[in-house]
């Protein structure tokens, strides 16, 4: 299924949206499943910088993320969810180019994530950003599976895109 894009609207979570995203992330088998208590604070306390996709009152996409307090300048990606039927289709893009276009988000001028090696879709995602942001981007280890995980998850790179200009992100 095509989504047209003035079908889809791009906006900040709600309480109410907590149990719904977590069904949604936990269906999509690939991203760590945090509490629904987790869930429920980016969808009230972090509203700002994360974004709910959905058509029709159905929620196709999520993306939670926040500003780290060193670094206010950086939007900190934490998870990027879109449901089967949104896949392939630039959502995960677009969400994160809403939440950039956003007046309080005016002043950031990187985007931070972490990914294990092995997510190529997500390294594809970022790769497309940096492009599209005209901006440099950079990994490097951040936590290592043998340091940080105890063995049981794949270390995660730190990607930085940036320094951009805010504006030619959706």
Excluded: K
């Excluded at 889809?8 to 979570?13: D, G, K, V």
């Excluded at 936990?26 to 700002?48: I, K, M, P, R, V």
């Excluded at 005016?106 to 931070?112: G, N, Q, T, Y």
């Amino acid at each position: 299924m095509n989504l047209p894009p003035d079908s889809l609207i791009f906006r900040p979570p709600r309480a109410e949206d907590g149990p719904a995203i977590w069904r949604m992330i936990e269906a999509s088998g690939a991203l760590d499943t945090n509490s629904l208590y987790c869930n429920l604070l980016q969808c009230t306390d972090f509203a700002g910088t994360c974004v709910l996709a959905e058509r029709a009152g159905v929620p196709l996409g999520w993306m939670s993320a926040y500003v780290p307090p060193a670094r206010p300048d950086t939007l900190f990606v934490w998870q990027v969810c879109t449901a089967p039927e949104a896949r392939g289709q630039g959502l995960a893009r677009r969400m994160i180019g809403s939440v950039l276009a956003r007046p309080d988000c005016r002043d950031l001028r990187h985007l931070e994530c972490t990914i294990t090696r092995a997510n190529a879709p997500s390294w594809g995602l970022f790769r497309s950003l940096a492009r599209q942001l005209r901006a440099p981007i950079a990994s490097e280890l951040h936590f290592s599976r043998e340091t940080h995980l105890g063995g049981r998850h794949d270390s995660e790179m730190r990607v930085t895109i940036g320094p951009f200009q805010t504006g030619d992100t959706q």
